[in-house]
């Protein structure tokens, strides 16, 4: 089945700082959307992407489907202490019918030090 | 804001109870999915359902059963729980099937 590789599985950052996370695959995808997962909390969805190519803002986020279609990455400017998570990417594969569902990454955790 | 509500958000519970895990949606989304996570890892679809009397099993096998019987309703029902059964529970729905998911806060099970 599909996979969608998310390294690594830690991040840690000063207070401040950039930092860009990746999300890539070897089968294409139609719909790459990145997530934020607080401790003991769901899921909320931070940006999604429709295009290759497109280049999507949401605050200090950026995010960019690449032209493969095979890779997606997620930029975080001026980190604040409360970006601390676990970020996810998922994919959605070219739609085949009943069964085109959401494929996830592993995650990484983001840790931002003050 | 996504209005998705998911109860119990803790339960702790004895070996053998049958157990049910309540989701529901305010905005109308046909599509609902239930995700099995474990602490600090990807989340694992286990159902999912693209509308009323509609279910269908995820990637990864699960003992649990699910019904749809009302478009804002997608319960999870374990009948006799297991130890193995301890893990978080995201329930989710989307508008349409290549629209983003929105999520519930999750149930957090533990099996004694």
């Known amino acids: 089945g599909q996979q969608l590789n998310q390294s690594p599985q830690s991040m840690f950052i000063q207070e401040g700082e950039d930092v860009s996370m990746n999300c890539t695959s070897s089968s294409i995808f139609n719909t790459w959307l990145w997530y934020k997962q607080d401790p003991g909390e769901g899921p909320v969805l931070l940006i999604a992407?429709?295009?290759?190519?497109e280049l999507t803002s949401n605050g200090r986020l950026t995010a960019q489907f690449g032209i493969t279609r095979k890779d997606s990455f997620l930029n975080i400017s001026a980190s604040i202490p409360s970006d601390v998570g676990i970020y996810f990417c998922a994919g959605q594969a070219p739609f085949t019918g009943a069964n085109s569902k959401l494929t996830f990454g592993k995650g990484i955790t983001l840790s931002v030090r003050p | 804001e996504a209005d998705i509500y998911q109860t119990p958000r803790y339960l702790v519970i004895g070996t053998g109870k049958k157990i049910t895990l309540e989701c529901s949606q305010t905005?109308?989304?046909?599509?609902m999915y239930w995700y099995q996570q474990d602490p600090g890892m990807e989340l694992h679809l286990i159902h999912y359902s693209y509308g009323v009397n509609s279910t269908e099993k995820g990637d990864l096998s699960s003992e649990s059963t699910v019904s749809r019987i009302r478009t804002e309703h997608f319960p999870l029902t374990l009948e006799s729980a297991r130890p193995s059964h301890t893990s978080q529970y995201l329930c989710?729905?989307?508008?349409?099937?290549?629209?983003?998911?929105?999520f519930g806060d999750g149930t957090r099970l533990s099996i004694l």
């Open positions: 989710a729905s989307s508008l349409t099937q290549t629209g983003p998911q929105h």
């Open positions: 992407l429709y295009k290759a190519g």
């Open positions: 905005m109308g989304h046909d599509k």
